[in-house]
């Protein structure tokens, strides 16, 4: 069981963390690729929050703010998946709060029309997606239930005299 959880952990985690490892390489002095697909993801979020609240006088360059954006990604998805593989609850918090901070805005189908392909395409990455956020709640309720199981069994029993 030890090592079959191990390997299971291990299997999943290197989705993260072989994406971050790419994501890092990839980066160079304009953030890589992966800024260039978030800058227009950001500008649609905040173009969505100044229709929200209304247009502010704070103006902000979505350039340097995808760059950081992606380093955060990195981190999260990196540090996340490492702890994550040593059974860390922790590493589960990285990654669970990567996949709520980037699935709804990365995969937008909700954007897009139900006949368009590339609608299909999102949704199908948005549902996988839930899917990690779901199997990572599992791991965390079944390493608490575990806990919780282990701390009754280990309460001392007052002895007679």
């Known amino acids: 069981m ?5 390997l299971g952990r291990v299997l999943f985690a290197s989705i993260f963390i072989l994406s971050a490892w790419q994501m890092f390489n990839e980066f160079g002095n304009d953030g890589g690729p992966a800024a260039k697909e978030w800058a227009p993801k950001l500008e649609l979020v905040k173009t969505f929050i100044d229709g929200k609240i209304g247009k502010n006088d704070i103006y902000f360059d979505v350039k340097p703010l995808a ?3 992606v380093a955060t990604c990195i981190f999260l998805k990196g540090f996340g998946g490492l ?7 922790f ?3 990285l990654l669970i709060f990567y996949l709520i901070l980037t699935t709804p805005i990365l995969y937008d189908f909700y954007n897009y029309d139900v006949g368009e392909p590339k609608f299909f395409v999102l949704l199908r990455e948005f549902l996988q997606c839930v899917a990690y956020l779901g199997a990572l709640l599992f791991f965390l309720g079944m390493k608490n239930s575990i806990l919780r199981k282990l701390q009754k ?8 005299a």
Do not use: I
């Open 2 to 6: 030890g090592f079959s959880s191990f």
């Open 67 to 69: 760059r950081t954006f």
């Open 83 to 89: 702890l994550f593989v040593l059974g860390s609850g």
């Open 91 to 93: 590493g589960a918090f």
């Open 153 to 160: 069994k280990k309460a001392p029993k007052p002895k007679a």
